[in-house]
């Protein structure tokens, strides 16, 4: 019985970790803050460039450094700078100009992630020390 439940969870085990989305181990917050930040710096570039199919590669691939920097941060910046990520991901090149004109999900993306991405400074995760 116990090989049969361990060729089981190895089988598990190899399946979730063959996904190429998984988050890359042993990041810091701000190793994972400062790669997303580059990828969405280089897509907002592409944006400003009308190449909409390369700004959502360049968010296709912050994806990953977004998701690590949300399961790695305490602080609620992360876990809305992954859902900017992934809206801009998941937005058709071809509905790109439309939604900068006129959705509010698209500006309010874009608040977050220019407000988080500009300075390429990650948020403070220390705590304040008492005086």
Do not use: W
Request: net charge negative.
């Amino acid at each position: 019985m116990r090989t049969s439940v361990g060729v089981a969870l190895l089988a598990v085990v190899s399946a979730c970790g063959s996904s190429t989305a998984a988050p890359a181990p042993g990041l810091t917050a701000g190793e994972a803050f400062q790669r997303t930040c580059q990828q969405v710096r280089a897509g907002i570039d592409e944006f400003n460039r009308h190449d909409y199919a390369a700004t959502v590669a360049r968010f296709e691939r912050a994806k990953v450094p977004a998701t690590v920097y949300a399961e790695v941060s305490p602080e609620p910046e992360a876990d809305a700078l992954l859902d900017a990520v992934e809206y801009y991901a998941n937005l058709a090149p071809a509905d790109y100009p439309e939604a900068a004109r006129s959705s509010e999900h698209f500006a309010r993306n874009k608040a977050i992630t220019l407000n988080q991405c500009a300075t390429g400074e990650p948020i403070d995760e220390t705590p304040p020390t008492p005086t």
